[in-house]
């Protein structure tokens, strides 16, 4: 059982585009992360937010954590061929340690 | 600094046999985690051992069983393979247990179970 719902589950889109993926939950977690994974590749932290209502930038990739920690938002601004790959959610419980992913958005990005 | 490394990268099995997948954590991390991903999906937590001790379990079968040694490197068993274990099987280190830790993973082994 999937704790985080993640849409859409794939997106192609073309350089220059901008697009927003989702990630929710009727759970509430006391941190959730978002990763990119490629073929073949374990999946790579980018961000980990904590607290509700938190937004962090990471150059063209802003993260969000909803108000009530249940749900986020991974906002990429004019995207590139290199930001192909699988982005993953995937938060902890207060009373856990493992990371409950989502099925993972594919996005492809074509020149 | 080394990052989380496994072996194999690869790995064919028949369906009945076992298998035992290894895992050298992050230098530094005395927590290791580790994950199933099936195709199409995300990973699904099986266990944590912290310093040698299982500290939480997924929703797996017993015949999923692992081990951590004292320099932190870590081992998956699995037992009696079925078809549906076929996955790509991750570890991920930290630097202790709990929610405050980030999990770093290693690149994966790939189990095809024919």
């Known amino acids: 059982t999937q704790l985080l719902e993640q849409s859409p589950q794939f997106l192609s889109i073309q350089e220059g585009e901008n697009l927003t993926v989702y990630c929710n939950s009727s759970s509430v977690f006391s941190s959730l992360q978002w990763y990119r994974q490629e073929p073949g590749e374990g999946p790579v932290l980018l961000v980990t937010v904590v607290t509700g209502g938190e937004v962090k930038k990471l150059k063209r990739l802003t993260f969000q954590f909803g108000d009530a920690r249940k749900d986020s938002s991974l906002h990429i601004t004019a995207a590139q061929p290199g930001d192909t790959g699988l982005y993953l959610c995937?938060?902890?419980?207060?009373?856990?340690?493992?990371?409950?992913f989502g099925k993972g958005t594919s996005l492809l990005v074509t020149p | 600094e080394t990052g989380v490394t496994q072996s194999p990268t690869h790995l064919i099995k028949t369906r009945g046999q076992q298998v035992t997948l290894r895992c050298s954590s992050q230098s530094g991390h005395n927590t290791v985690s580790w994950y199933q991903q099936a195709l199409g999906q995300g990973p699904q937590f099986i266990f944590q051992?912290?310093?040698?001790?299982?500290?939480g379990r997924g929703n797996f079968p017993p015949r999923f069983s692992g081990l951590q040694f004292p320099n932190y490197s870590s081992e998956l068993n699995v037992n009696a393979l079925e078809l549906d274990d076929s996955a790509l099987y991750l570890c991920a280190s930290s630097g202790g247990q709990g929610p405050s830790y980030e999990q770093y993973f290693g690149p994966g082994t790939r189990l095809t179970v024919t």
């Open positions: 995937a938060g902890v419980t207060n009373s856990g340690y493992a990371l409950n």
């Open positions: 051992y912290y310093r040698e001790e299982e500290n």
